[in-house]
C-alpha cells in the first residue's frame, strides 16, 4: 500500500511539475524571437513588445482569481479545463497571420499561465503528504525555474534553424500529455465550495493589477515621469480599496488572511528578491551578451542553457540542506551562491573570458535554485492547508508584478544610459550594456544582502522544524 501511495504521490508531482513548466514556458519563449518577429510582420519594438506585455497583463488580472476557480469548481476541474485552452491556443496561434493575431493568442496564453502556476502550487500541497512536500517542492521549482530560463535558450536555437511557429508547435505535445496525466493521475476534487464570485474584488484587483502592470510595461517609454507616477498611484488606489474590504473577510476572492503568518510575508518578500535575481539571467543577460559582447542569438543561448541545468541540479542539493539543516541555512548558502556568482558582472572594466563567464553564471543560478525551494516551501508551509489556493495566488500575483516591474525598470536605465552617452556607434552602444549589466547586477546583489537580516528573524532552524514535525 505504501508503495503505491508514493507511485500516485510521484505521479502527482510530476503531472503538477509538467504544469508548471507549460506555464513558465510561454512567459519567455518569445523574447529572443521578437527581432525575428519585427523582420517577418513588418512591425516596429513598441507593437512586437506587447507579445511579453500583453501576456503578463492578462496572467496578473486573472491570477488572483485562480483561488476563486478552484474553491468554487474544484481544483482539478479547473487544472484541466486550463490544459485544454492553452492545449487550444497552441494549435491556434500557429496559424497567426499578422502581429495583432499573434498578440491576442499570447494574451490568451497569459490568462491561462495566470491560473496554471497558482492551481499546480495550492493543489501540491493538498495532495502530497507532509513528509514529502520538501522533495515534491524541488520537483516543482525545477520545473517552474527550468520553464523560464529554458526558453531563452531554445528560442535562439529554434529562430536560427526553423520557423518562430514552432514556439507553438513544441507547446501542442507539452499540453497533450499534460490533459491525459490531468485526468487520469490528479486526485479527484471534493468538497467543492459553492461560493459566489467576488464581483467588487475581481474588479478591483482586475483593474488594479492591470493599470499597475500597464505603468511598469510602458515604465522604458514613459521614464520616470508624471503619467508614470499618476499611474502607478491610481493602480494602489484600486488594490487599496480591495484590502480595506477584503481584510478580515473569510469568503474574499483573494482571502488576505494569509498575511497574518509572518513565516508567509517574510518568505513572500525573498520571493520577490528571488525573481529579480531570475530576472538578471532572464532579461538582462539576454541583451548583455547580444548587445554588449556583440553575441550572436545561437551562442547566447548556448550559453543561457548550461544554467537551467544547473538550477535543475540545485535542486536536490537545496532539499537535503533544507531537510537536515533546516530554512536558516538554506537562505545563507542561497544568498552566499548568488553574490558570488554575481561578483564577476560588477566591475566589467575588462571583460572576462567566455568561459569564466559561465561558470559563474551557473553558480549563481546555484543559488537561485536554492532560493526557489525555499520560498516555495516557506511561503506554503506556514499557511494552513485550507489557505493554501490563496496563499499561492497571491505568491503568483506578486511575481508577476515584480517580474514586469524589474523588466521595466532595467529597460529603462538601459534607454536612459544609451540617451545619455548620445551611443551611436557599434562600440558606444556596446559599452552602454556593458555598464548597465554592471549596475543591475549591482543593485541585485544590494538587494540579496537585505534576505540576510529576514531569514535569521522569521525563517527555521533545524531544531525548529524537527520540533514541528513532532
Known amino acids: 500500500m505504501d508503495k503505491q501511495n508514493k507511485q500516485n504521490n510521484l505521479a502527482i508531482i510530476l503531472t503538477l511539475s509538467l504544469g508548471t513548466l507549460l506555464g513558465t514556458m510561454n512567459l519567455s519563449i518569445f523574447n529572443v524571437a521578437m527581432p525575428a518577429l519585427m523582420t517577418y510582420f513588418n512591425t516596429d519594438v513598441a507593437t512586437v513588445q506587447w507579445l511579453s506585455s500583453g501576456y503578463m497583463l492578462a496572467a496578473g488580472v486573472i491570477t488572483p482569481a485562480a483561488a476563486f476557480f478552484g474553491d468554487r469548481f474544484g481544483y482539478k476541474r479547473t487544472f484541466n ?37 497558482p492551481l499546480t502550487m495550492a493543489m501540491l500541497y493538498q495532495s502530497v503528504p507532509v513528509y514529502q512536500q520538501a522533495k515534491a517542492t524541488g520537483i516543482w521549482g525545477t520545473a517552474n525555474i527550468v520553464g523560464g530560463a529554458l526558453p531563452t535558450c531554445l528560442t535562439g536555437i529554434i529562430i536560427s534553424f526553423a520557423s518562430w511557429r514552432m514556439l507553438f508547435v513544441i507547446m501542442v505535445p507539452i499540453a497533450a500529455l499534460l490533459l491525459f496525466c490531468g485526468m487520469h493521475f490528479l486526485p479527484a476534487d471534493v468538497d467543492s465550495k459553492n461560493t459566489k464570485l467576488d464581483t467588487l474584488g475581481f474588479a478591483l484587483t482586475a483593474i488594479g493589477s492591470f493599470i499597475l502592470l500597464f505603468a511598469f510595461s510602458n515604465l522604458s517609454k514613459w521614464g520616470f515621469t508624471a503619467k508614470f507616477f499618476i499611474s502607478t498611484f491610481i493602480g494602489f488606489i484600486f488594490l487599496a480599496i480591495y484590502v480595506k474590504k477584503s481584510w478580515n473577510t473569510d469568503n474574499a476572492m483573494l482571502n488576505l488572511g494569509v498575511l497574518k503568518y509572518p513565516r508567509y510575508v517574510a518568505a513572500l518578500l525573498v520571493d520577490c528578491m528571488n525573481i529579480i535575481a531570475l530576472y538578471m539571467i532572464t532579461f538582462v543577460m539576454p ?18 542553457l548550461p544554467g537551467s541545468f544547473v538550477i535543475a541540479a540545485a535542486m536536490p542539493f537545496a532539499t537535503n540542506v533544507l531537510t537536515k539543516k533546516g530554512e536558516k541555512t538554506l537562505a545563507l548558502a542561497g544568498v552566499l551562491f548568488i553574490i558570488i556568482g554575481s561578483s ?127
Open 81 to 117: 479545463t486550463v490544459v485544454s485552452l492553452a492545449l487550444l491556443l497552441a494549435v491556434i496561434g500557429t496559424f497567426s497571420w499578422c502581429i495583432e493575431a499573434l498578440i491576442v493568442v499570447r494574451i490568451f496564453f497569459g490568462m491561462t499561465a495566470g491560473l496554471l502556476m
Open 287 to 304: 541583451l548583455f551578451l547580444q548587445n554588449g559582447l556583440q553575441l550572436s542569438a545561437l551562442l547566447t543561448s548556448a550559453i543561457l
Open 344 to 470: 564577476i558582472f560588477l566591475n566589467l572594466t575588462i571583460i572576462p573570458p567566455i568561459a569564466i563567464i559561465l561558470l559563474f553564471m551557473c553558480i549563481r543560478s546555484f543559488g537561485i535554485g536554492f532560493m526557489n525551494l525555499l520560498t516555495t516551501n516557506t511561503s506554503m508551509a506556514a499557511v494552513p492547508m485550507q489557505l493554501s489556493g490563496h496563499a499561492s495566488a497571491l505568491t503568483n500575483w506578486m511575481r508577476q508584478m515584480v517580474g514586469a516591474l524589474i523588466t521595466s525598470i532595467a529597460s529603462n536605465i538601459i534607454s536612459l544610459r544609451l540617451i545619455s552617452a548620445q551611443a551611436e556607434t557599434v562600440e558606444e552602444i556596446s559599452a552602454v550594456y556593458v555598464s548597465a549589466t554592471s549596475l543591475l547586477m549591482t543593485i541585485s546583489c544590494v538587494t540579496f544582502l537585505a534576505i540576510i537580516p529576514i531569514a535569521l528573524k522569521y525563517f527555521r532552524g533545524k531544531k525548529d522544524m524537527e520540533n514541528e514535525s513532532a
